[in-house]
């Protein structure tokens, strides 16, 4: 088992920045793929970003190129979403993953957070 705990989030102007933080415990991180999704209220839950093990790929969601970052640091067993110039559609929960293998599904992901409720006004 991996638990996985995200912190980070809260209320934001619009064009403002938030870093979310996700921290892994329990069997080992290492070889893990992570990953961000994001639901809105009354919407699926949807992908923002995935990062490989060694951090040497990553992919985003259109909605959020240019503007979001994953990273992780494995010897702290954390994964960060760093996020900048928010809008308000950017309002959601956010949810941190851990896969086996990058993807952009949720049902490629063992492993989930609890959540974290990002606020972006106008």
């Known amino acids: 088992q991996v638990q996985l705990v995200e912190s980070g989030g809260g209320l934001v102007q619009a064009g403002g920045s938030l870093r979310l933080s996700c921290a892994a415990s329990?069997?080992?991180?290492?070889?893990?793929?992570m990953g961000w999704f994001r639901q809105a209220p009354g919407k699926e839950r949807e992908f923002v970003a995935f990062?490989?093990?060694?951090?040497?790929?990553?992919m985003y969601a259109d909605s959020v190129k240019g503007r979001f970052t994953i990273s992780r640091d494995n010897a702290k067993n954390t994964e960060y979403l760093q996020m900048n110039n928010v809008k308000p559609e950017d309002t959601a929960i956010y949810y941190c993953?851990?896969?086996?293998?990058?993807?952009?599904?949720?049902?490629?992901?063992?492993?989930w957070g609890q959540g974290t409720q990002v606020t972006v006004s106008s």
């Open positions: 329990g069997r080992t991180f290492r070889g893990y793929a």
């Open positions: 993953a851990a896969a086996a293998v990058t993807s952009r599904l949720p049902r490629g992901y063992d492993y």
């Open positions: 990062i490989s093990w060694s951090g040497d790929k990553t």
